[in-house]
């Protein structure tokens, strides 16, 4: 046999032992290759909602305005005795208007205090007008004093029409608003009827008070029983 034979049969040999062992390794990889296993969408928990804020618990309906009294109290006070004083001190005024505000004020603000002040303008001051609001303005009183009811008989013999008819009601809004036993209504429907024969009293506020009289003694009757 030939060299060239020899070496190329060797070759060819060669070449095959490499095949072969190309194959082999080949298969021993694709062997130990492991699958990759799919990874499968697993579901998302939702995230854990925080808690929500808790309100504050409102107070009970009521106490709010309960809270806010006192002080609220404590200004009107406050408020009550400045408008006082302010029209305390325009009574003083010469000025007739501003005494005639000042007198309503104080009717607005019914206390021992103004009732005795509105008494004292009704029988002093000069001008009918300012009287005239005063006769009026005693009518806030709940209840009057001997004063302030002997003020009002006095009034009666104004000389001026309106004070004396102002005066006249205010007394009779006082027996409305009193029991019939009671001291002050037994006064002021006495000390009225000697005024409807005062000699100082004109003739027709004379019939306004007999009217008065005779409205309560119908309000005070007692209801007749039904004949059976």
């Known amino acids: 046999m030939s060299i060239a034979r020899i070496l190329l049969f060797t070759l060819l040999l060669s070449s095959i032992i490499v095949a072969v062992a190309l194959f082999n390794l080949e298969s021993d990889t694709g062997d130990t290759d492991t699958e990759t296993p799919e990874l499968v969408d697993q579901p998302v928990a939702p995230a854990p909602t925080p808690p929500a804020a808790t309100a504050p618990t409102p107070p009970p309906p009521g106490m709010e305005e309960n809270l806010a009294a006192p002080e609220e109290m404590a200004d009107d006070e406050q408020l009550e005795k400045e408008q006082v004083a302010q029209a305390m001190a325009l009574?003083?005024?010469?000025?007739?208007?501003?005494r005639i505000e000042a007198v309503e004020q104080l009717g607005a603000y019914p206390s021992a205090e103004t009732?005795?002040?509105?008494?004292?303008?009704?029988?002093?001051?000069?001008?009918?007008?300012?009287?005239?609001?005063?006769?009026?303005?005693?009518?806030?009183?709940?209840?009057?004093?001997?004063a302030t009811i002997a003020a009002l008989m006095t009034a009666l013999e104004d000389q001026n029409e309106d004070v004396r008819f102002s005066a006249l009601s205010t007394l009779e809004d006082f027996m409305l608003g009193q029991e019939e036993n009671s001291p002050n209504y037994r006064r002021i429907k006495e000390s009225l009827a000697m005024k409807a024969g005062s000699s100082n009293i004109p003739e027709d506020l004379k019939e306004s008070i007999n009217e008065v009289l005779k409205d309560q003694e119908t309000i005070t009757a007692p209801e007749a029983e039904p004949d059976n």
């Open 91 to 98: 009574l003083n005024s010469t000025n007739d208007e501003e």
């Open 115 to 146: 009732e005795a002040a509105l008494s004292q303008i009704l029988n002093t001051d000069a001008n009918p007008e300012v009287r005239n609001a005063a006769a009026l303005s005693l009518g806030s009183m709940d209840e009057p004093t001997d």
